[in-house]
Structures are given as C-alpha cells and as structure tokens.
C-alpha cells in the first residue's frame, strides 16, 4: 500500500502544467523543441483533456509563469508554439514542489518523500504522482534493479591505475548532465575509464553499450533500440526512459551518425546519459561538437593521455628501473601495452608496435630486479 496525503497532493491543473514543464526547463534557446510542450503534449503528460489547456495556459501566461514561442517542432512542417516556464515559473514550482515533499510516503514498509522516490526511480514529478495514484509504486519496483540492456563491449578490469582526476570528472559529469566525450589513442583507456566509473557509480538505469565497429550506421543503432524498446525513435526514448548510452571506439563514421550525435548534443536530456570514447586521430568532420559546445557546457570532454610514469611503474613493479625507462619510451605510457606487458599477452594485443619493438619490449620486461 501507498499512503500519503491527498490535502497536500492533490493539485490543480495549473500546477500540473507548472511541474511538467519544470521537466523541460533546460528547453531554452534550442533550435528544436519536443512535442511534449504544445498544447497537445501537456494535455497527454498531465492527462486532461486538450481543450482544458487554453484556458489554464493563458491564465499561466497572463501571470507571468509561462511564456510562449513559435519553434521547430519534429514532425511538424511550419513551427508550433510551444511553452517554457519563465524565471518566476521556476521560482513557482519549486514553492509547489516544497509543499508536495512535505509528505512523507509509505511504501511497504518504507517511507519517502517524493524527491526521495523520484531519484530512486528517474522519472518526472508529474509521472510519479500519476504512478502513485494508479499505485504503480510497490517495493518490488522499487527494490528492481535495471540490468544491462545491451552490450556490445566486455571489459575487465584487471590493472586500472590513476585516473582519480578523470573518475571525479566523470561523476561530476554524470551529476549536471550533458554529453560526455572522452578522447584518447588506442590502448589509453577510455573503455577501462568507462567500466571503473560503472563499478564505482552503479547507476540504476538501463546501460546500452555499442561498439562501433567499421561501417556501423546509425540505422544499424535504431535497429538495437527497436529491438530493445519497440521504437527507433531513440531521442523519445532516452527522454523518457533513463538510460546511459555508450559508444565505443567511435572514429570512422557516416554523415548520418555525426549528424545524429550532434542532435544528441543539442537535446537537454533530464535522466539519460550518453557517453562517447573517441579515437585521438578521429576527423575534425567526424567530431559532433564543436568549442562552443564544451564552452556551454553541453559537452564534457576528457582527454586521456599517457600514464604518469610513477603510475605505469605500478604495472610492473618487478622491472629493473633501467629496463623499465626504456620500457616506458617505447610504450609511451600507453596503458594497453604496458597491462600486455604484465601478462605476457603483447602478441594478442591490437597495438600500434613494430614486431622489433614488441620484441624489445618482452625482452625488457623479463629484466627483473
């Protein structure tokens, strides 16, 4: 059972539309707005009829919480007005959400406030109090733990080392939202980079990693979401379903999939998360963002470069130091090589070593101390 109390829940139509554009609140100055904001979307969200929405926005605007816009819509030919709450809406909702999170809700034999259930869930304060009504909201839902969708990518991790600087940025990262770009050469770590920080996170939400291999599409990425969600439509789904989408080794690519990724930059996604590993030699006319995009912050980018070398040194402590200044030239601090090293797995490995080189290395690497 749910309790709560409805004195304190129960809101107007007005305020409903106020908490549901709160959701889109980031919407401001973007080329292209969702549909969720017309007229017909709010009435779909909130679930009231759309001749109910006139006269309820009007009021909205008329008091100076909501401000209305002519705008690119998906779908639509000519622009549609769309609606995007002002400063002293936002100012508004959060008195609304204040007075909503004064409950305390009782679920099994929990109790949470809704801000509480809300990160726990990763959905909106207007499709959480329409899950509470429907008494959607059970412990098994929410003990349910989303497992990893899809994966194309297996990592282990075996010899991370370093990267605190670069795991902090990643959760500050993962904290405000955005577009994550990690950049760095093969065998520098992006993948294992993205693993510790899934090991460390847990991030409760569904996880869909895709490499992408030569030739790969964006066509071939919809045919993935359509196969995972019933829909190719992947912007709707990462509005609406939490979810961190990681591509991998992204380097070569068609004008369809940079274009796409770019639209992704441009997307203030609320509860998903994209992430994407870049090759250091991808083509300036492959990269999806531009300077004004990391300036502004839909963009985060982290550049990986070598090891430190007290850190690679970690790798492989049994080395003669001489040996191992040498080691380090050759391998210039690349983690892939060094981690090779280690295990004696060099031959197997893709890396960007002469067979001279990879011999002298295995030779270096058997001087112990």
Same mark, same amino acid.
């Given at each position: 059972?749910?309790?709560?109390?409805?004195?304190?829940?129960?809101?107007?139509?007005?305020?409903?539309?106020?908490?549901?554009?709160?959701?889109?609140?980031?919407?401001?100055? *973007?080329?292209?707005?969702?549909?969720?904001? $017309?007229?017909? &979307? !709010? @009435? /779909?969200?909130?679930? +009231?009829?759309?001749?109910?929405?006139?006269?309820?926005?009007?009021?909205?605007?008329?008091?100076?919480?909501?401000?209305?816009?002519?705008?690119?819509?998906?779908?639509?030919? *000519?622009?549609?007005?769309?609606?995007?709450? $002002?400063?002293? &809406? !936002? @100012? /508004?909702?959060?008195? +609304?959400?204040?007075?909503?999170?004064?409950?305390?809700?009782?679920?099994?034999?929990?109790?949470?406030?809704?801000?509480?259930?809300?990160?726990?869930?990763?959905?909106?304060?207007?499709?959480?109090?329409?899950?509470?009504?429907?008494?959607?909201?059970?412990?098994?839902?929410?003990?349910?733990?989303?497992?990893?969708?899809?994966?194309?990518?297996?990592?282990?991790?075996?010899?991370?080392?370093?990267?605190?600087?670069?795991?902090?940025?990643?959760?500050?990262?993962?904290?405000?939202?955005?577009?994550?770009?990690?950049?760095?050469?093969?065998?520098?770590?992006?993948?294992?980079?993205?693993?510790?920080?899934?090991?460390?996170?847990?991030?409760?939400?569904?996880?869909?990693?895709?490499?992408?291999?030569?030739?790969?599409?964006?066509?071939?990425?919809?045919?993935?979401?359509?196969?995972?969600?019933?829909?190719?439509?992947?912007?709707?789904?990462?509005?609406?379903?939490?979810?961190?989408?990681?591509?991998?080794?992204?380097?070569?690519?068609?004008?369809?999939?940079?274009?796409?990724?770019?639209?992704?930059?441009?997307?203030?996604?609320?509860?998903?998360?994209?992430?994407?590993?870049?090759?250091?030699?991808?083509?300036?006319?492959?990269?999806?963002?531009?300077?004004?995009?990391?300036?502004?912050?839909?963009?985060?980018?982290?550049?990986?470069?070598?090891?430190?070398?007290?850190?690679?040194?970690?790798?492989?402590?049994?080395?003669?130091?001489?040996?191992?200044?040498?080691?380090?030239?050759?391998?210039?601090?690349?983690?892939?090589?060094?981690?090779?090293?280690?295990?004696?797995?060099?031959?197997?490995?893709?890396?960007?070593?002469?067979?001279?080189?990879?011999?002298?290395?295995?030779?270096?690497?058997?001087?112990?101390?």
């Amino acid at each position: 059972m749910v309790y709560y109390n409805y004195s304190i829940m129960r809101l107007r139509n007005s305020e409903k539309i106020l908490l549901h554009l709160y959701d889109y609140r980031k919407y401001e100055g *973007k080329y292209e707005y969702p549909p969720e904001i $017309t007229q017909q &979307g !709010i @009435a /779909e969200r909130i679930g +009231i009829s759309v001749t109910h929405v006139p006269r309820n926005i009007k009021k909205l605007v008329e008091d100076g919480l909501v401000k209305k816009i002519k705008a690119h819509v998906p779908g639509k030919k *000519k622009k549609v007005t769309v609606y995007l709450l $002002t400063p002293t &809406g !936002i @100012a /508004e909702v959060k008195k +609304i959400i204040e007075k909503i999170n004064q409950n305390r809700i009782q679920v099994g034999d929990e109790y949470y406030t809704l801000n509480e259930l809300k990160k726990k869930l990763g959905i909106g304060y207007i499709d959480l109090l329409t899950k509470l009504d429907r008494g959607e909201i059970t412990p098994a839902v929410l003990d349910m733990k989303p497992p990893v969708v899809f994966r194309e990518v297996s990592v282990t991790i075996d010899d991370f080392v370093d990267r605190v600087a670069e795991i902090d940025t990643i959760e500050s990262w993962f904290s405000r939202g955005g577009m994550l770009s990690i950049v760095g050469g093969r065998g520098s770590g992006k993948s294992y980079l993205v693993q510790r920080f899934l090991d460390t996170k847990k991030p409760s939400m569904h996880i869909i990693w895709l490499d992408v291999y030569d030739g790969r599409t964006w066509s071939s990425v919809k045919e993935v979401f359509n196969a995972l969600f019933g829909s190719e439509d992947i912007l709707s789904v990462l509005r609406t379903q939490p979810t961190l989408l990681i591509f991998d080794d992204y380097h070569d690519v068609d004008d369809e999939f940079v274009s796409a990724l770019n639209a992704l930059v441009k997307e203030p996604m609320e509860h998903s998360r994209v992430i994407v590993c870049m090759r250091k030699d991808t083509p300036y006319y492959n990269r999806f963002y531009t300077l004004s995009d990391l300036a502004e912050g839909r963009v985060t980018e982290i550049n990986l470069d070598a090891l430190p070398y007290e850190h690679a040194r970690k790798l492989l402590p049994d080395v003669k130091e001489s040996a191992f200044k040498r080691i380090y030239q050759i391998s210039r601090g690349n983690p892939r090589i060094l981690a090779a090293l280690k295990h004696g797995t060099l031959d197997r490995e893709n890396v960007a070593l002469n067979g001279e080189e990879i011999h002298l290395l295995k030779f270096l690497a058997s001087q112990k101390k």
